[in-house]
């Protein structure tokens, strides 16, 4: 059951990495929304730490077990 939770959330950052990836690309930063402001610098840093996580709970879900 914990692998299969792992593949979930795997896939929700990984999808939250696309979406920042794609923010900044599209030029749409800085961006306030309900009073929270993301900057490019608080961006970026969500798309590396969302990437290592997504990488770290896919090695995680998707490893053999001897």
Do not use: D
């Not at 794609?22 to 990437?51: E, H």
């Amino acid at each position: 059951m914990k692998k299969e939770i792992a593949k979930f959330l795997c896939g929700l950052t990984a999808w939250e990495s696309i979406v920042h990836l794609w923010l900044w690309l599209s030029g749409a930063l800085p961006i306030t929304y309900l009073g929270f402001t993301t900057t490019v610098t608080v961006n970026t840093i969500q798309i590396i730490f969302s990437a290592i996580v997504s990488v770290l709970l896919g090695f995680y879900a998707w490893r053999k077990e001897n």
